[in-house]
């Protein structure tokens, strides 16, 4: 999963996923795919008999609990893929950390030197929201040290603005229609926004 | 916010509705948007400076008074581009337009008011989404 060594530092430094954490992770989605292979291979097997005269109700209560099974495991790999350190964020940190060397007024005006804690903000949001397949964001600075994170793709406009760890707001819309969002940190939101830019 | 400006950097009904207000694009803030196909600021690009400090920009019809081009503003600044907005829009975003002539710029203005929310869509995502470019960027971006 983790293919260099710069994405390892990373992750380290970031003290973000841990690789037994990471072990943990993919083997409880492992499982819940066994079970649901399982729980097919019962009710395709009862599903035979059925025709030589099983009762109706335990195919059935099987065929509930060969779905459950398969919503679990679907449920605990998007959980997965999320949680593993996606791409877009690796090349998104690759361009934060060069924003951190700007010197003061970088800009031409009085712009101020971007800082570490909106960088270390913006990675933990980046982890937290995107996928594998999500691109990654455009990497802006801003001009009193804060970071934008920007999506400008597949039809989706999507701004993410740190100002202070403390103040983040977002804009968000579909160039196609529909009414823009724009508020403050909303993940849930912001999750459902990404989620529609990804493949 | 809006009393600081009115204050400090009042809004000057002089300068028409129409003018166009230049800002410097340094080249962290411009990128390609897949949506548009086109090249455009960051609406990073329209922030104050600071609370006390509103963003900087340079009035056209000044610089054309002057017989200057508007390039002249970007002399130094390589791999910059230069973007406008209209006076118009930046009142219409509830920002005051203040003529702040420097000793080396006479042109130069700010722009004072709340970028950072509005109703539908705040100040600074108006400029960017509404900007025109003066000078492009550079090519091979």
């Not at chain 1, 994170?149 to 100002?163: A, C, D």
């Not at chain 2, 203040?98 to 006479?106: G, K, V």
């Not at chain 2, 970028?115 to 400029?127: D, L, P, T």
């Amino acid at each position: 999963m983790v293919e260099t060594r710069f994405e390892r530092a990373v992750q380290l430094e970031a003290g973000y996923v841990s690789e037994g954490k990471e072990k943990r992770r993919f083997l409880k989605a492992r499982l819940h795919v066994e079970e649901w292979t399982r729980a097919q291979q019962a009710y395709r097997k009862l599903r035979g008999k059925h025709v030589s005269g099983k009762p109706r109700t335990a195919t059935r209560d099987l065929r509930r609990d060969s779905r459950k099974a398969f919503d679990r495991s679907r449920q605990s790999l998007a959980e997965a893929s999320r949680q593993v350190i996606p791409r877009g964020v690796i090349s998104a940190v690759e361009r934060m950390i060069e924003l951190l060397e700007l010197p003061p007024g970088w800009n031409s005006y009085n712009a101020r030197p971007i800082t570490k804690e909106n960088v270390n903000f913006a990675f933990n949001l980046l982890g937290r929201i995107m996928r594998h397949d999500t691109p990654a964001p455009n990497v802006v600075p801003m001009v009193r040290g804060g970071v934008q994170l920007e999506w400008h793709t597949r039809g989706i406009n999507l701004e993410i603005s740190i100002y202070s760890p403390g103040e983040v707001s977002f804009f968000a819309e579909d160039v196609r229609g529909g009414n823009p969002t724009e508020g403050e940190l909303d993940l849930a939101a912001l999750t459902q926004w990404v989620d529609r830019l990804s493949m | 916010m809006r009393s600081f400006c009115l204050e400090h950097f009042p809004d000057d009904p002089s300068i028409a509705d129409e003018s166009e207000l230049l800002r410097r694009i340094p080249p962290q803030h411009f990128f390609r948007d897949d949506n548009s196909g086109l090249v455009r600021p960051s609406s990073a690009a329209f922030e104050d400076d600071d609370d006390s400090d509103p963003m900087s920009v340079y009035l056209a019809t000044v610089l054309a008074a002057e017989r200057r081009q508007a390039t002249s503003v970007l002399a130094g600044h390589e791999g910059y581009a230069l973007a406008s907005i209209t006076a118009g829009l930046a009142r219409e975003k509830n920002q005051t337009v203040h003529p702040d002539p420097l000793t080396e710029e006479t042109s130069h203005a700010v722009v004072c008011g709340d970028k950072r929310s509005g109703n539908k869509k705040s100040a600074k995502k108006a400029f960017a989404m509404n900007a025109k470019w003066v000078v492009r960027p550079p090519d091979s971006f």
